[in-house]
DNA sequence: TTATGTTATGAAAGCGCTTTATGTTTTGTA
DNA sequence: TACAAAACATAAAGCGCTTTCATAACATAA
């Protein structure tokens, strides 16, 4: 384990000009820098993390608190999130930090002892308490989703709104009326948003929203099963359902086939997908119809306006929403008749 | 944001009197502790990690590399088992750091630049070069898993022979002869390790392994049904069916499902459960006998090795092996006799 | 020649903490 | 009363880097 000094002896040269060569500036002479390069290459040399963290105030990590984890509900989303945030971080050779999450003290904790750059904040909620502290402590950070149509910091969110417009669309051009809506609870705003699109679709067409069929809740496969079977033994099952998370529609399913309904001819579902890698929504039994959009590639996005934000971009260059794909498989068909 | 220096002259003491104050020192009077610990919370101050890295030494986060992060196979255990190991760490105010996996080289940067502590290995391979790099370069890890019977470094591990001796056992005695092994690729130990569990229930009944009935493969959802519909195209499919993940079974059910074969009647299960929180075996159409070892407490487990062993335990003092529980539910039935 | 840039390097000052070596005061004991 | 031991506090030396400031060598222009 070498370090700078012995490396810049073994040299014959300052430490200044072997770290000058070593983080490539331009007022080093070309044939030094090479055999410097060359040195340290041979000699194993690699900067030390902490060293050149308090010389330079960066970290070279930004910080993600995991959800919950000691509650068994764990996020099955999170690590398809989290592999898009690092491969795109990795370019860099930059990490993530992760922590369990003690609360807002633990947001407090990563900001105030320096640990990391910046944070990444997943499933606000409505006037999110982590993000105002955040925002009073000038502590840079990006939001997977927002608190409202368009804040004031950085984030990267889908168009709930739309997507779920375009399935309700979808599902009404193709009969249905009575569709019900199993949805996560509305203390998000990505639930919010997409309860809007169903609802305004509605609006549109002179229609109006039974509230009996709108559903929510956590988004579980236990809680699609037991929605599902409530509708079933109430003898409210609609015509169509969409699902805010493959997860629900899972349960849903089971439910269905339980009871010998057959989906896509009986039941016709539409169903948010974040394209899981570990949940694949076209090897369901009945392919589904989804509103597609992958949190992997959430990641992905997230990791690259980090790095933006640590170059110094703009809040108004941070701030990113994209399309839901609608894509149509077996799950829908026409609505069935009325008996 | 305050600093020890400043923290100091504001109470009137030296640095090195608050910093001892702070990281509770025997020597420091009690009433100036406490002066300076209100004074500390008052003014919010928090230690600077990187400066306190590079005066310990130590960095107070343990890494983990993400197994294949733009590989399209993630794997859903992964989270699991993060929640398990960051709620062990947390307890202690340590992070994990995240990196993405660029191969060895991962590791080497993660090692030599002292961003961590210790590593922790997942899915050990035979002969696994990470593990024989660190052992070299005799940085602290810990194996997830293990490549031999009593191997010389740290690590924490299921029975895997025994449970799946035991899963065996259970289905022989069931009256099945036939008994197909769905297993992980003979590469990795674990696969081997449940492969010879199985072999030698065989041999001790004096029955011998068919070989085309033992499939060594990604364990993957897809291909628990391929590996089905073979099987069944082939006309030889066998009365039990024996499975080294969750996942692997749910491919297989949705084949049974197809093809109207009903499971725990027409055909037996037993399936190894790592027990996800997003895949429960207990959910299942039919509730899957399985051998149980949650991922979730292998991660906190490891959490804690983690934390004696920064804390000076010895390599013998971190070697664990926990047995996984037999589970008998309803997808393990009597063979059904010859037609 | 002298003045003025250019280019390449080095010396040294931090970054904010911990910890060793050192000094000072208080307490206990003969 | 004297002196050793304990208790407390401080100054200062690192930890291993980056970066500012100073300087030397050399080329260019006047």
Redesign the pocket.
Do not use: D, E, P
């Given at each position: 384990?070498?370090?700078?000094?012995q490396?810049?002896k073994h040299l014959?040269?300052?430490?200044?000009?072997?770290?000058?060569?070593?983080?490539n500036?331009?007022?080093?002479?070309?044939?030094?820098?090479a055999r410097v390069i060359e040195a340290a290459n041979a000699l194993g040399?690699?900067?030390?993390t902490?060293?050149?963290q308090?010389?330079?105030?960066k970290t070279g990590a930004f910080g993600i608190v995991l959800p919950a984890a000691d509650n068994l509900l764990m996020d099955p989303h999170f690590v398809d999130f989290l592999a898009g945030l690092t491969s795109a971080l990795a370019v860099n050779d930059l990490d993530l930090v992760l922590s369990a999450s003690d609360g807002i003290a633990t947001y407090r904790r990563l900001a105030t002892t320096r640990k990391v750059d910046a944070l990444v904040l997943s499933a606000p909620k409505l006037d999110d308490p982590r993000i105002r502290e955040l925002l009073a402590m000038n502590f840079p950070f990006i939001v997977h989703g927002r608190t409202d149509r368009k804040p004031d910091y950085a984030y990267f969110d889908i168009d709930n709104y739309k997507a779920f417009k375009d399935a309700t669309r979808l599902l009404m051009d193709l009969g249905h009326q009575e569709i019900a809506l199993l949805n996560g609870t509305q203390d998000s705003v990505f639930a919010i948003d997409r309860y809007r699109g169903y609802c305004d679709v509605f609006g549109q067409r002179g229609l109006v929203v039974n509230p009996e069929l709108v559903f929510a809740d956590a988004m579980t496969e236990e809680n699609g099963y037991r929605i599902i079977s409530q509708l079933i033994d109430a003898n409210k099952l609609p015509t169509a359902i969409l699902c805010s998370s493959a997860l629900l529609t899972l349960g849903a399913n089971r439910r269905f086939r339980d009871a010998g309904i057959v989906v896509g001819r009986d039941v016709s579902i539409v169903s948010h997908d974040d394209g899981l890698s570990s949940l694949k929504t076209e090897n369901f039994s009945v392919p589904l119809t989804v509103t597609r959009s992958p949190i992997r590639i959430a990641g992905q996005e997230i990791g690259k306006m980090l790095i933006e934000q640590s170059r110094g971009a703009s809040i108004s260059e941070l701030q990113k929403v994209v399309q839901a794909e609608l894509v149509v498989r077996a799950s829908t068909g026409a609505a069935p008749r009325k008996k």
């Open positions: 384990m070498i370090n700078l000094k490396l810049a014959n040269l300052s430490q200044a000009t072997v770290s000058r060569a070593l983080n500036y331009s007022t080093v002479n070309s044939a030094t820098k040399y690699r900067a030390n902490s060293a050149r308090l010389a330079t105030g």
